[in-house]
């Protein structure tokens, strides 16, 4: 699989998005070092991505489409700490043939400080055949449209 080329914007900035989720984070997600755990950071964008596209699939694709995560690369830019509210911004980067990349930026709740950014891929995949497909034209459509 291709690595997604490097984004032509500012990962790091509020500006390069349009798309957002807030995440509570949990008490659970903190390490005996008090700071938020590396492995929380995934579950979060894996929140944002989903609140992203799945409305999509659900209004343009078949009810046996969905995504799956095929790469994830994570900077770690700064320390999170519980209490508080992870907010994601995310933009899809590149439509593929069965494929789409994602771009993410995390900031702590109310701050200009981005805490982490990452760049996923994901494919497109029909859960009843085990297997990847193509969009349609109207999900295709729709996804070009979350590219803007």
Known sequence: MPIPDPP???????AAFRHWARVP???VDQDPLGHINNAALPMCLEQARVELIQPVLKAHAGP??????????????????YPGTIEIGTRLTRLGTKSVATAHAAFMAGS????G????????????KRASI???????????????
């Open 64 to 81: 046996d489409a969905d995504i799956v995560l095929a790469r994830v690369t994570i900077d770690y830019l700064k320390e999170m700490s």
């Open 117 to 128: 950014t990452a760049v996923c891929v994901l494919v497109l995949f029909d859960t009843r």
């Open 25 to 27: 984070l949990r008490y």
């Open 134 to 148: 193509a969009p349609g034209p109207a999900l295709r459509s729709a996804l070009e449209g979350l590219m803007a």
């Open 8 to 14: 032509t914007f500012d990962p790091t900035a509020r």
């Open 112 to 115: 200009e400080v981005c805490v």
